[in-house]
């Protein structure tokens, strides 16, 4: 591979998938044959890793359970150009690869998505119950918190350019790293594609690690959190409101009476309407607060992407340096550098 040729790296998180990661990695060799492929075995009893290293993959170990601990070592080990993350499960296709790597390589997205619902087939084929609405759902509220129009929120087929995978902090550890990836992408503007792509469902005798009720819980848990962490003045300006809202319905009857009567008759009602108003007030000082801090921090991040840009471009120097080099020492001697 010459330095002009990027490096594409497929990385397969893994958690007992004996039935289908053979196929999986026999078909992204077939798809994209230059491409260095990684399957991070997370603790699998069922033979997974041996079965994927004996197919030509690069396997490596995982030992803190989760898929989000499983992304993070990834991310922090793998040195490419393109990055490619696909479950194991076989139902994300092989031959959508490329699709998904060429706005990366031309530099009109930072991160690609594989679209499982455009085309349907993610609804004809999906049997797992309330999987639809749960999508929806979250769908529904990230579009709606970040004014964006992503179609599938939750989907394991992604690529992502080198900036975004070196600036990502993965602090997510389960399932809800999907939508961590995409709530990052939106506040941080990067540039997000939807690659339209087929569903298939596990072949049969594959089972799902997913749980609809308790991982569902935690993706929203994550909304929420981020939503507060990323967007603190209009989380808190929402509590706020909350607070307001029954502060007056407490305190307004008691205002009324004391304007028809005089007499301020029901102290306890007065406590409580004053202390949820207090509680309003400094709830949305919180957020003045926190939104100052966010913003400072995302001045230091914006400062880290431009940091990885240069050591992006310092790198490619270097290699076209080498290269030229390499060939005008060839050229000297009567060989080529290949010889």
């Excluded at 033979?47 to 070592?73: L, Y």
């Amino acid at each position: 591979m010459t330095a002009s040729e990027p490096v594409v790296a497929i990385l397969i998180p893994c958690y007992n998938e004996s039935v289908t990661i053979a196929k999986v990695v026999d078909d992204f060799k077939a798809a994209i044959p230059e491409a260095d492929i990684y399957v991070y075995d997370n603790n699998s009893t069922d033979g997974t890793g041996q079965i994927a290293r004996d197919h030509g993959a690069i396997v490596r170990k995982e030992h803190r359970q989760g898929k989000g601990f499983v992304v993070q070592s990834m991310f922090r080990q793998i040195e490419a150009d393109v990055y490619v993350m696909v479950d194991g499960d076989d139902t994300y296709p092989a031959d959508s690869v490329r699709d998904l790597i060429a706005p990366i390589l031309s530099g009109e997205a930072d991160m690609t998505i594989g679209d499982r619902l455009t085309n349907g087939t993610y609804g004809a084929e999906n049997k797992r119950r309330f999987h639809g609405f749960g999508n929806n759902l979250v769908r529904g509220l990230i579009n709606h918190l970040y004014h964006a129009h992503i179609t599938d929120i939750m989907t394991g087929y992604r690529a992502f350019s080198k900036v975004f995978v070196k600036t990502y902090p993965v602090l997510s550890k389960g399932f809800e790293i999907e939508t961590d990836l995409s709530i990052h992408a939106l506040d941080k503007d990067f540039i997000v594609k939807e690659v339209p792509i087929v569903y298939r469902d596990r072949p049969e005798g594959s089972f799902s690690k997913l749980n609809t009720v308790s991982d569902g819980i935690k993706v929203l848990k994550t909304i929420m959190g981020l939503f507060k962490d990323y967007k603190p003045l209009s989380f808190f300006s929402w509590v706020t409101l909350i607070f307001l809202v029954l502060g007056l319905i407490a305190g307004i009857p008691v205002i009324a009476e004391y304007a028809a009567t005089g007499l301020v008759p029901r102290m306890p009602t007065v406590m409580l309407a004053a202390a949820l108003v207090i509680i309003a007030m400094l709830t949305f000082a919180c957020g003045l607060i926190l939104d100052t801090v966010v913003k400072a921090s995302r001045k230091r991040y914006e400062l880290s992407v431009m940091r990885v840009y240069d050591q992006i471009a310092r790198e490619q120097t270097f290699a076209a340096v080498a290269e030229k080099l390499g060939v005008e020492a060839g050229a000297a001697d009567g060989t080529s550098p290949d010889d």
